[in-house]
């Protein structure tokens, strides 16, 4: 009777967080990883699921959330494997707290409907549910409606995610979403996407200092200004996460339409394009 080895000893060959992690990304056959805008924000402008994990302090159960997208990336749309290997993909010390931590972060992503577990022979198999968090099954996105946008698996390969904290991670989906140049007023954050402007800020401070993101100013006309002119934030996604692509039914014709200013993306909007 073969044993399965649960320590191993010190002259044992052990996959690294790094070879564990490309085992997960090279199934899926993808290099980014893509989530419907209403995580963001729902159809009715209200503030999408994102806002809970904001709100509840969750980092690791957005990693682990967008990490099981990667690798849930063809049906039946649910990924089985150990709670201490999900551990080790994101470089967690190979240890039982740590194991009970990756499982308590799944009941909680249970809690928000944003997957489904089961056990699978005393391992975890989680699958997705849709992203509006709904409890409905998930079916692969075609680009209707409000669309997706694109994680590149950078966020995980350059360990990304390890160095961004929370309002980072949430900012960088929030930009991910926008077009390739864009506006972001933070005073318009909480009935956008249910953060704080504050949090926002930090996000954007944070993908600045990490050279993740470029800005500039532009100056714009505003007859009811002290001096007739605003000055308003210009933003861009560089580096690793430059121009991401941004999929939509909707043309550009269609963006003029349903915004007063062309210039300024208001909030995630059902008109962007790829440019």
Known sequence: MIMEVSTPHD??????????????????????VPIRRLFLQLPDNQPGPMTQFVVGRRPLALDLWLLVHAGASSAPWDVRQAAMTWARMLDMPQSTASETTISRNWSWLEQQKLIRTERDHRVRKVTLLMEDASGDEFERSTGQGRGFFKLPYAYFTERIHQDLKLAGKATLLICLAQKP?????????????????????????ELRERELIKVWSRT?????????????????LQGLF????????ATVASALMTSDDPEIVLSIPSGSVES
């Open 11 to 32: 002259d044992m060959e052990v996959a690294t967080a790094d070879e564990t992690l490309a085992d997960l990304l090279d199934r899926s056959g993808r290099t980014s």
């Open 220 to 236: 714009k006309k505003a007859p009811r200004a002290r001096y007739g002119y605003t000055t308003e934030n210009h933003y861009a």
């Open 181 to 205: 140049t864009f506006t972001l007023p933070t005073e318009r954050a909480s009935s956008w996407y249910g953060v704080s402007p504050d949090t926002l800020q930090r996000g954007l401070d």
């Open 242 to 249: 430059a121009r991401a692509p941004i999929e939509t039914e």
